[in-house]
């Protein structure tokens, strides 16, 4: 059986296309676009909530102290149109940002302390709303005078004002540290990624030791070897293990390298999360990918051997990556936390635990059963594995 296994990781290292999946993706590839992907999308945030904003205004007469507010609010640039028709077409030009339209007698329903309304025209097909934010923020300082010129008649003090404006008000005491709240968000998405490189650094080696040797027909002479076709299996299933789990702790590795050294650029909250986790979080995360990495390589080679070509194993394992994705994305639902139920849940009770662990708010007493739970699955979906491949219909399909 370890003759046949160092034999397949032989013939892995020789194969340039499944050692770049294997080993560069995971270890420099992946961790260089995920953390160029934050430094970017920061950057971009930053720059667009910086950025000049081009308006136009229509009844400023209406409205002069509001207009002068926003002539003096750095950061918005005024552009003259000819009338309110123009605004569709200006905003679609990019000539413009937004558009406000205060209609005639605002200033005096203000006056007599009755609510005024401000048409506001934008392209709001955004993902992120940058700009009635950034309009809200000029007008919000515009309502906080007009409030506070009302209540001054009434003559009130200080203490007094502050009721008049907020009755009841607020004040956070979050019990999370930074670590919880980046957690939170990191968390969320480690199992996702981790999970992934399991499945894609093991997709190439499965379809070429199964379907790969059927079309070389290599496979009927390692048959013909006097090794029991357990042996055979697990020598296979061994090698995809070795791959999957190899590459996902390679990409923790690297991560954890870059976010150390280049972190600063992206977030010294992210740096002081990574530092705070320890040595027994990491060992439970690696621990967790071996059965997890179990999981998929039993799956990986019963599809491959199942399938007639190499065309058609790729074909197959193809929606593997989506089965992946759902019981991944269960864990980041709300009101889905980990618990006795959910730590028997495979992958899922993963998710949930590797979110856990880089919050720093792990029940380590469900860590057993979410060990037992996940091995057992990785050993049943094993012995279907074996009794697949012991199945002279589905070996010889073609």
């Not at 048959?223 to 070795?242: N, Q």
């Not at 635990?353 to 057993?368: N, R």
Request: charged share 15%.
């Amino acid at each position: 059986m370890w003759i046949i296994y160092l034999k397949e990781l032989l013939e892995l290292a020789r194969d340039r296309r499944t050692f770049f999946f294997t080993v560069f993706i995971p270890v420099f590839a992946m961790p260089l676009i995920f953390t160029g992907f934050g430094f970017v999308s920061q950057s971009l945030f930053k720059q667009a909530s910086q950025a000049e904003m081009t308006y136009s205004i229509f009844g400023k007469d209406h409205a002069p102290r509001l207009a002068e507010r926003f002539a003096k609010e750095k950061g918005f640039r005024e552009v003259v149109l000819a009338s309110p028709a123009d605004i569709k077409t200006a905003i679609g030009d990019d000539r413009i940002k937004f558009a406000l339209v205060i209609p005639a007698g605002f200033e005096q329903s203000l006056a007599q302390q009755q609510q005024g309304v401000i048409a506001l025209h934008y392209n709001s097909a955004v993902t992120v709303d940058l700009t009635r934010k950034r309009v809200m923020s000029v007008i919000g300082g515009q309502n906080r005078v007009l409030r506070e010129q009302a209540l001054s008649a009434l003559n009130l003090n200080k203490e007094q004002l502050r009721f008049a404006l907020d009755p009841i008000t607020l004040e956070d005491h979050s019990t999370a540290d930074k670590r919880e709240q980046m957690g939170a968000v990191v968390g969320g998405m480690l199992p996702y990624i981790l999970l992934m490189v399991c499945v894609m650094a093991a997709m190439y080696p499965a379809i070429d030791t199964g379907a790969g040797e059927k079309e070389r027909g290599t496979l009927e002479t390692l048959l013909l070897a006097p090794v029991s076709r357990t042996a055979l299996v697990m020598a296979k299933f061994l090698m995809l293990f070795t791959v999957g789990l190899t590459s996902a702790l390679l990409m923790i590795g690297s991560m954890g390298l870059l976010l150390t050294f280049f972190g600063p650029m992206i977030g010294g909250d992210l740096v002081q999360m990574v530092r705070a986790i320890g040595l027994l979080d990491l060992a439970m995360v690696a621990l967790m990918l071996v059965p997890t990495a179990a999981i998929f390589a039993a799956i990986l080679l019963s599809i491959s051997v199942y399938a007639k070509s190499y065309k058609e194993a790729a074909g197959l394992i193809s929606p593997l990556i989506i089965v992946t994705i759902l019981p991944t994305l269960v864990a980041l639902l709300p009101g889905v936390e980990l618990n006795w139920k959910w730590a028997m849940v495979p992958l899922t009770n993963v998710s949930l635990a590797m979110k856990e662990l880089v919050k720093g708010t792990m029940d380590y007493s469900m860590f057993s059963v979410i060990l037992l739970s996940t091995t057992l699955t990785a050993g049943a979906l094993l012995a279907l594995c074996r009794w697949w491949f012991n199945r002279e219909q589905v070996l010889f399909r073609n």
